[in-house]
Each structure stands twice: as C-alpha cells, then as structure tokens.
C-alpha cells in the first residue's frame, strides 16, 4: 500500500517539532526494524523503543540504508546529510496516529476479531468462506498487538470490499487505542474465556475490555453464544466442519456465523476449511520421540488444540505431555490434569523443576508445555536429537503465506501442484508436504518413485506425480497408486508391459514433452505415433499432458513464447483426438509469476514456496521460509602476518579477532565461499569468511563479536538468493545441500 504522505500531513499527524529541510517526495510506506529495509525512496523509518534498546540506537543503521526521514522521539546530536526527522513524545503513538489516519480514507468496512484465543484461526477461515465472493484484505499472521494493528491498517489498500483485523490485550487501557485506530464496523469475539487474563485484576474487567472494541459498530458476534444466532441454515453448516476437537470446532462456528452476516456460506467451502498453523515447534528427539514445544502459554483453552496437534503429529505413537508450572501457577494443576485425562493423554508430567531423572521417551510424542522458557530450553537440550549447534529453521507460517500469494496470483480454476522433491528442497518431506497440504494444494510432485511412497507411508491421499519413474520403480508407483511421466516411446511401452503382467488397465499417466528445453520429453513430431499407441492400449490413460520452460526466469527470451506455441498445438492435437478431459501444465514457480497467459490448467510450484522469485516485485509479496544460524564456538585474537586456515591462504593485515563457527561444506557451506567471497552475520554486522572453508568449521574477521554469539547464515540479513549468489550457484542447490546432520526444527506462528 502506497500512502502517498506529504511533509505537511506528517507534520499535522503527528503535531510533531520538525528538524531539517522539509522532503519534497511522499511518504509511501514505514518501516521500524533496520535490518529489514529493502529499499528507501519514500521510506519514513520510526525509531520504537524496545524494553533493552531504544530505537534511536539504529538511526545510523537506517541512514546508512538510504533512510532520509524519521520519526524519533528526541533529535540526533550527530548532524546527518540531507535527513530529516520529526520529533514527537511517543514513537509508537505516532504510528497509532498515523494509522488513525489512514483508517479514515478507507471507504469499505472493516472486522475486528478479538477474544482469548483464535483470532488468527476465524480471521483466516473467515477469508477463506468469502474470499472468492469479496475483495477481502487481512492483518498478517497474528499482528494484533499495539504495534501490530497499527502495521496491519497502514497496509490496507484504500479500495476493497471488507477488511479483517485482530486486535489483542493484555492489559488496561489498550483495547480503547486499538479502538480508535480500527473503529470497527463489525466485531466479532471468539471467546471470553479468562483463564489467561494477562494483567486485568479480574475476569469481569477482561471481558469489558473486549467487549468495548464494538463500541459503534454496526453488530458484534460473540463466540460464547452463538446458539442465539443458530437458525438451520448455519446448523447444516456446521454439519460440515472437517474438525471435531472442541477448539476448532468452536473456532469454525464463530467463522462460519460471521461469513454469513457478510454474505454466503457453502457447505463445501466449509467442509475444506483448512488446517492453520499455531505457535508450535517440532523437533526430532533421542531414540525416535518427536518433540512439540509449546512454551506460549498456559492458557487452559489453548492447551485443548495443543493437545488435538500432539495427537495429530504421529498417528499409532504413545503420547506423553511434560507441563512446566511457576509457583503462581501450580492452582492450575487439577484442572491441567482434569483435561489431560480426558484427552486420554498416555503418560504426563507435571514439574515445578526438572527431576534427577528424566522419563523414557523412546518412540513417543512428547508435548512439552508452559511458558517456563528456562526450563523448557533445558529439558530440549537433554532431549533433542542432535546437539548440532548449527540449526536450520523452517517457518512454515511463512509457507502458508507464499502459498497463499500464489493461490491468489492464480485464476480460480488454476490447480497447483507443489513440488517437493529431494526431501522438500532439503525441509523435510513429510512436514512440508504436510503443510502444503493443510494449504489446500491440488498434487504432489516428487522425482522417484520411493519419494512418492513416503508420501503414502505419511497419509498423504492427494494425486502424486512421479517425474523421473524408472522402470525399476513401476511396480512401487501401482503398489502406492503413483502416477508416473512418461517421456518416451521406449519409456511408455515398459509400464504398459507392466500393467500387462498385473491385469491392470486405466491407470493414470503423465506425458511430458520436449517443447525446447531439450531434457527428457516426447517431441512434438512424435505426437501422432504417440496418440495412436494410446488408442491401442487400454492399459493407460493420460491424465495430464506438461512441459516445462527452459527461460522462465527470463520473462524476455524469445524461447519462452515458442514454448508456450508449442505446448499449445500438443495440447490441441491431444484435445481432438482424446475422447476425454485431461490436464494442462507448463509453469513452474518462476513462470507462474511471469506468464498469467499460460497457466492452463495447472502449475507447479517448488523454489517460489520458499520465498525466491527471480520478479522483485512478485518476490516482495513472499516471505522467506528458511533462516540458517550456528554459534561461536571460540574467538581468537591474531597479530599483523598471522595466516589463517589450510594453505595459509590468507594473512591477516592487521591485527584481528577471529571468530571459529562449527559449520563447513560437510553441512553445505560451500568451500568457493573461502577467502572473504563469503561470510556470515554476527550481532547485525557481516563477518567475511578468512582463510579456506574447512569440512566442518569455517574461521571468520569478527572484530565485535562477543563469545557464544549467533551466528546468521542465511536470515533477515542474508538472504538465500544472496547467500547462493555469493557461493556462484542457485538457491536449489543451496537448499538440497544443507546436509542431514544439520539439525530441522520447523515453527509455526
């Protein structure tokens, strides 16, 4: 959203004492964090003070990022070039003002979603019941906080049909800043359970609280009496919920109720409401447990869709939850334990302090809870799988998110088949493919065969597309339902000799065609041949017909518009001469983004999941899905002529700290990043690689670096695609090289 802010309308804003000379371009966006500045032009950075560090502890930062205007709360004694700045007692409440502001150029109504808890679930799930009847805009993620709504409304288009916000409290006299900020048109309350009631002194004050924010507002749901606003319409509804733990179900009522004040409901559209991620972290633990951490909170309704995720995770493992109580918690206990046996929990826990001796996890799924971060961290350590202190995390919120960016850059009817090939990228085939699949994906693709029967082995019921079956593989790809591309004359006649030898006959294929990338593929002049030993045989039937483009990251290549000429007459021929409907597809992440003419009926999506696309412009609306960080494991310091590493390839120039990092291209640090073409990022300053990449460290100049500091790889400050620039490759390969003994941990938010 462009905001489009002259120098005076700040100026009334804020009532703000103004430093400087007066900018003549408008103020298009803001930004409060440095380190994620992309660009400048039009860019007002807001200097929030945080609990350990004041804001204006990173002007320099900004500044030296092309930042011209800021918002402070006191004036720089340093004299910076052509910046200027407005001074204003409260940073934060300037940015509530401004995005006070920009509420009352909306011209469409907005919702507000409050409540103890899921507010992010209705908030999607409302989109998802109306999207495809209005133009819906939403906060991202969970940013219901002060700083958060405020974020959420200056996003907001000034054009649109509805918009949906969070809004959350934790104490007094927040709820009526949020209020003047969204002046919602419609509110609606998912609960007002206060078992966790942050610093309200009583039940009754919470639920004033949240009911306020409807103060004005055109009409308010509340998700505690839904049964009032109950006709047989929404009870036939509710019939369809594909859920049946109580918070979710809860959850999709209050959903379900609201998209019918704001107009239609379909059963189906219900029935595929689809499953949101949380606040929860997975790990790999010793002798085959899997670990979910959940030290959000103790919030006893929340506690119930913890308990629904842990029995989700692994279907046929034994479940054991460990409860981490305070002092000031420990009346929770009879009620934490009424619950866990009526979740039918196998075995729990509950401690004030870790015992002596920890219990047997071998082959459980462990749910470790409560906001005790100390002791959470503490029983992780001992429990983790892998000591590695190298970790990559996979943020799949943000994978929901890109997916979402897609499905929404898409024609409705356009299918999407997510690719997840090589272990996902390297992310872990079955929590991917899980996610991806919780985000409504039409197919899975994968290379062999035995990728594909994982897949099975996971529960995965969705079409899956083998691209590379190899006759060795045929009878894996029947025996799993496995729908094989076949890409030869010779390739064809093997699987048909197959169903032969099993009596099977309609089985689905793929066939894909060499249209100029020249790989494996049919080509077009063997089409005719082709249609007619499908006539002939009865065993196969072709579900799909695909290519793939050679330049599709190159929107200007003249090979691009052959393709798409020559897939189309394929297509054409196989229209006519098949005597049923068969599937399209051409596009892989980088052509969906670039040829919305050729989408046909399906497209495929990999690298783009994760938040790279060669469009700036479409790679602006992704998040990036992987971050990539280690420790220091020892700073040394070195005089002037020391040389560093094997070979003595690089001699030091002056006297220097040197920090050694426990990652090296046994764990896909790649050794060309040797000698400064690398480097890693330690307490927000780049740290170029000296001397070779070893196997398994790599030594680095940190002359800042203070001891046991993270260490950021790739993150907010190094982005894959610029990681894999420097190390003269492509973020696939990056991804699929991240070596196995690097711990996964996977975050959901």
């Given at each position: ?24 371009v ?10 994620k ?11 929030l ?29 340093k ?6 700045f407005?001074?204003?007692d ?10 006070t ?13 409050a ?13 998802h019941?109306l ?9 991202p993620?969970?940013y ?28 007094p006299?927040e ?6 900020m969204i ?22 004050a ?8 409807s103060i004005g507002?055109d ?13 047989e319409n929404?009870?036939?509804l ?11 179900v ?20 219900v029935?595929?409401?689809p499953?949101?991620?949380n606040?929860?972290e997975?790990f790999?633990?010793?002798?085959g ?8 909170s103790?919030?006893l ?12 995770v ?8 460990c ?26 826990h ?23 971060h ?12 892998k000591?590695?202190?190298?970790v ?5 919120s943000?994978?929901?998110h ?6 929404q850059?898409l ?9 997840v ?21 039409n ?23 083998v ?13 799993s339902q ?8 010779t ?12 009596q099977i006959?309609?089985?689905p294929?793929?066939l ?8 494996l ?17 009865p ?13 599709a990251d190159?929107?200007q ?30 596009l892989?992440s980088?052509g ?5 003419q050729a989408?046909?009926d ?5 690298i783009?999941?994760?938040g ?18 280690s420790r220091?494991?020892?700073l040394k ?9 094997y ?12 920090a050694?990092?426990p990652v090296g291209?046994?764990?896909?640090f790649?050794?060309n990043?040797s ?14 690689t ?8 790599i ?31 492509i ?15 996977y975050v959901?938010?």
């Open positions: 959203m462009k905001l489009n802010l002259t120098h005076a309308q700040l100026t009334e804003i804020f009532a703000a004492r103004f430093v400087g000379t007066p900018s003549a408008l103020v298009q966006e803001v930004v409060y964090d440095s380190r500045i992309s660009r400048s032009e039009g860019v007002a950075f807001f200097g003070n945080g609990p350990k560090r004041s804001g204006f502890e990173y002007v320099q930062a900004a500044y030296d990022k092309g930042i011209r205007i800021f918002v402070l709360d006191q004036q720089p004694a004299e910076f070039a052509e910046a200027c407005y001074i204003v409260d940073v934060l409440e300037a940015l509530q003002q401004l995005a502001f920009h509420r009352k150029r909306i011209n469409y109504p907005i919702l507000a979603i409540g103890a808890i899921g507010k992010t679930t209705v908030k999607e799930w409302i989109y019941l999207a495809d009847q209005l133009k819906v805009q939403r906060s993620k969970s219901n906080s002060q700083l958060g709504v405020a974020l959420s409304l200056l996003q907001l288009p000034l054009e649109g049909n509805l918009a949906l916000i969070e809004a959350a409290v934790s104490k006299g709820m009526e800043k949020l209020h003047a002046a919602p048109n419609y509110v609606v309350i998912t609960n007002t359970n206060a078992g966790f009631r942050h610093e309200f002194d009583t039940d009754q919470y639920q004033v609280a949240l009911q306020s924010l507002a009409w308010r749901i509340d998700g505690d009496h839904l049964e009032a606003l109950s006709d929404s009870k036939n509710f019939d369809q919920i594909p859920f049946n733990d109580p918070v979710r809860h959850n999709a009522r209050v959903a379900i109720a609201c998209a019918l004040r704001l107009g239609s409901c379909s059963p189906k559209a029935a595929e409401l499953e949101l991620a606040r929860l997975t790999e633990g010793i002798h447990a899997t670990l979910i951490n959940d030290a959000y103790l919030d309704l929340a506690f119930e869709g913890s308990l629904a995720f842990l029995k989700a692994a279907p046929g493992k034994q479940h054991m939850v409860c981490l109580l305070s002092e000031n918690q420990a009346h929770l206990k009879e009620e934490i334990i009424r619950l866990l046996l009526a979740n039918q929990i196998d075995t729990y509950i401690w004030t302090a870790l015992p002596a001796i920890l219990p047997d996890i071998s082959d459980q799924v462990v749910l470790i809870k409560g906001n005790q100390l002791l959470t961290e503490a029983l992780l350590s001992k429990w983790k799988r000591s590695h202190s190298t990559v995390r996979y943020d799949l943000a994978l929901q890109n997916l979402r960016q897609y499905q850059s024609a409705p009817t356009t299918q999407i088949l997510a690719m090939k090589a272990q996902a990228y390297g992310g872990g085939l079955d929590q991917i493919a899980k996610q991806l699949l919780a985000g409504g994906v197919y899975f693709g994968v290379a062999y065969a035995d990728e594909g029967v994982l897949l099975r082995q996971a529960g995965i019921k969705l079409p899956i597309l691209m590379n079956a190899e006759p060795a593989g045929f009878e894996s790809c029947i025996a496995l729908e094989p591309a076949i890409y030869s004359p390739h064809l006649d093997a699987f048909i000799r197959t169903l032969i030898a099993s006959q309609d089985y294929i793929h894909k065609f060499d249209t100029g990338m020249h790989r593929g049919f080509l077009p002049e063997q089409t005719d041949q082709l249609l007619q030993t499908l006539r002939a045989q065993e196969v039937c072709v579900k799909s017909v695909y290519s793939h483009m050679a330049c190159e929107p290549h003249p090979m691009n518009a052959q393709q798409i000429s020559s897939f189309n007459a394929i297509c054409s021929q196989f229209e006519s001469a098949l005597p049923y409907p068969f599937l399209k597809h051409l892989n980088e969906a983004a670039h040829f919305p989408q046909f399906m497209v495929r999506l990999g783009g999941l994760f790279v696309n060669h469009d700036p412009q479409f790679e602006q609306k992704l998040k990036p899905v992987i971050s990539w960080t220091i494991s020892q310091q070195f005089k002037k002529g020391a040389c560093v590493g070979g003595c390839s690089e001699i030091l120039e002056a006297d220097s700290q040197i050694v990092i291209y046994a764990d896909g790649k050794r990043l000698n400064g073409r690398g480097g890693v990022y330690i307490d927000g300053n780049f740290c170029p000296i001397g070779r990449v070893c196997m398994d460290m030594m680095v100049l940190a002359p800042n670096a203070r001891p046991d500091a993270e260490v950021e790889i790739i993150g907010t400050q190094q982005a894959l695609s610029l990681f894999a620039e420097k190390a003269q490759t973020p696939y390969e990056i991804l699929t090289s991240i070596s196995p003994r690097v711990q996964r941990t959901n938010d």
